[in-house]
């Protein structure tokens, strides 16, 4: 899919959407996660806490008494981790008592790293502990009257909390990769089904241009019939313009042709006159001029007409029959070899107007021989379509390059023995020029002329 296509630009945008919504998704998710760890991680310190604080309270107790472990065998393990200590604050030199496993060490107090009461009476927060450690900290100040002030804390291993929220967030992360490869694995096809009707107008459009169809058939979605039936409605208008572009040229031509002939008749009925003469020239050269004009314009009606083609090889080998019929005299024999899957894009009148032209003006030069070669060319650039390349050969005497460029030139003539008006090349010139072809002479590997034509192909 290119970049400036409209299936890009959607799947692009799905994608990003996508990307961004999991991302939110899971920092969201892992918030939460991670949330849920530290209240079940508070819950069981709320539980040493409550052990401790009823140890504390508990009356007629001797001062050297040994807490009990709260059942956790990390609190006799030295530096586990799991700590807990009770420190009298009512008394100038504090007292203070400690679990096994903080040894000699003391853990520090969370007011003094700012944080506040809850409503519960206690303070919760992370703290560094002995030998670096990230502790999980609760603790709760006490006041047990005429029996002392005291603060009592109980601090777990946060690695705990550390490791099982990573732990989650490599699932999900996982999780959610493989959802977001399966969301634009959807995202493709629904793209490509959603603009499955797009393309179909597409091909049918390709289809009408190269001449198997002449309208766009079939069921469209809602959205894309209104484009359907606008295209066949331009089709429809199209057609209907070039055939009253043919009317007019047909009118035009017997509006001129009538007084013309009437100029030429009364020029002619004076033959003696220098004024006549000059007109029945002058009326010769208007005629030409009048026919070459009025066929461009009707070339060009046809050439507007969508859908029109034509096999090549059938009419050149039609035309070789022709041209033998006309020249049988002189004993020209006309070679053809034509790809078979030639198709020219335009009407075949016009395609055998222009080969005609090529292959009477060969026939009239050459000595005994006239080859005839259709090759099809594939398109050189994406998008563009194939083309055609009919070349016409004779064995005559050739013409220099001064001698090409006077004869590609509108009635232009290298001699006047021979018949015709002089506008053959020409008109072969404008036609293909009409159809986006060409015309080049050259050398013929036979020592004659070499006329390339270029046409457009299916």
Request: charged share 25%; aromatic share 6%.
């Amino acid at each position: 899919m290119r970049g400036s296509s409209l299936a890009t630009r959607l799947f692009l945008s799905a994608t990003a959407w996508v990307v961004v919504i999991l991302v939110i998704t899971g920092i969201v998710l892992s918030s939460v996660y991670r949330n849920a760890a530290e209240r079940s991680f508070d819950r069981r310190l709320n539980l040493y806490l409550r052990t401790l604080i009823a140890e504390v309270a508990t009356p007629d107790e001797p001062p050297d008494r040994q807490f009990q472990s709260l059942g956790e065998p990390l609190f006799e393990l030295p530096l586990s981790g799991w700590y807990w200590q009770i420190v009298r604050t009512d008394t100038e030199k504090s007292e203070t008592r400690a679990s096994r496993s903080l040894w000699d060490k003391k853990l520090p107090k969370l007011e003094d790293h700012g944080a506040e009461l809850t409503a519960a009476g206690i303070r919760l927060g992370y703290v560094d502990g002995p030998e670096g450690q990230s502790l999980r900290m609760v603790e709760r100040p006490v006041d047990l009257g005429a029996d002392g002030k005291f603060l009592v804390s109980v601090a777990g291993d946060a690695t705990e909390i550390f490791d099982e929220t990573r732990s989650f967030d490599y699932y999900l992360g996982g999780t959610f990769a493989a959802l977001g490869i399966v969301l634009l694995l959807t995202t493709i096809f629904q793209v490509r089904f959603g603009l499955a009707p797009l393309k179909r107008i597409s091909e049918s459009i390709a289809d009408i241009r190269s001449g198997r169809a002449e309208r766009l058939e079939g069921e469209f979605p809602v959205e894309i019939a209104p484009l359907a039936r606008e295209t066949n409605a331009l089709i429809d208008a199209n057609r209907e313009i070039v055939e009253r572009a043919r009317t007019h040229v047909g009118n035009l031509a017997h509006a001129i042709k009538t007084p013309l002939s009437v100029i030429v008749n009364e020029a002619a009925a004076h033959p003696i006159d220098p004024f006549a003469n000059k007109v029945l020239e002058q009326a010769d050269v208007m005629r030409d001029q009048v026919a070459h004009h009025l066929e461009r314009a009707r070339i060009a009606a046809r050439v507007t007409i969508i859908g029109t083609v034509t096999e090549v090889a059938p009419a050149l080998e039609a035309l070789r029959r022709t041209m033998e019929k006309i020249h049988r005299d002189r004993g020209i024999t006309i070679e053809v070899k034509a790809d078979s899957l030639a198709r020219f894009r335009g009407e075949r009148q016009d395609l055998e107007e222009m080969a005609g032209n090529l292959v009477d003006n060969a026939c009239k030069w050459a000595t005994s021989q006239v080859f005839i070669e259709v090759l099809v060319e594939q398109p050189a650039a994406p998008g563009a379509g194939p083309r055609l390349r009919i070349i016409v050969d004779d064995d005559g005497r050739g013409l220099s390059a001064a001698e090409r460029a006077q004869v590609s030139r509108r009635g232009q003539r290298l001699d006047e023995s021979k018949p015709g008006s002089g506008l053959g090349l020409s008109i072969v010139v404008d036609l293909a020029g009409l159809y986006g072809g060409s015309l080049a002479l050259g050398d013929a590997p036979t020592g004659g002329l070499r006329a390339e034509l270029v046409l457009p192909g299916i």
